[in-house]
Nanobody, 126 residues
Framework: QVQLVESGGGLVQPGGSLTLSCVAS????????MAWFHQAPGEEREFVAY????????FYADSVKGRFTISRDNSKNTVILQMNSLKPEDTGVYYC???????????????????WGQGTQVTVSS
């Protein structure tokens, strides 16, 4: 049984930082691509960052480039989202997602992901 468990959300002031973690179990983590999505209140879930199982580095939504960094530790089955210079519009629930290496569509699309975590709430407010 695959499980993705996020942690690290909370309340932070604008300009602050948070580190989100997602621990995966029940899959061979090193062969799965991982991503973070964000869902603001009343909005659809949207792509934030992506870590390919086969390539180093990350891919980012324009809205978070230069502020967020995705990284992974295959030895710990963990993917991290470091969020700096947070803005009120970053508020919402952040979801971790796992994408099989057999998927061929765009990593930007939530439908390409096989498993999801339960989400962790991030609130950016003064």
């Amino acid at each position: 049984q695959v499980q993705l468990v996020e942690s690290g959300g909370g309340l932070v002031q604008p300009g602050g930082s948070l580190t989100l973690s997602c621990v995966a179990s029940g899959l061979t983590f090193s062969t799965w691509s991982m991503a973070w999505f964000h869902q603001a209140p009343g909005e659809e879930r949207e792509f934030v960052a992506y870590s390919s199982w086969i390539a180093s580095g990350g891919f980012y939504a324009d809205s978070v480039k230069g502020r967020f960094t995705i990284s992974r530790d295959n030895s710990k089955n963990t993917v991290i989202l470091q969020m700096n210079s947070l803005k009120p519009e970053d508020t919402g629930v952040y979801y971790c997602a796992a994408r099989s290496s057999t998927q061929s569509g765009s990593y930007l699309q939530s439908a390409q992901y096989n498993f999801w975590g339960q989400g962790t709430q991030v609130t950016v407010s003064s």
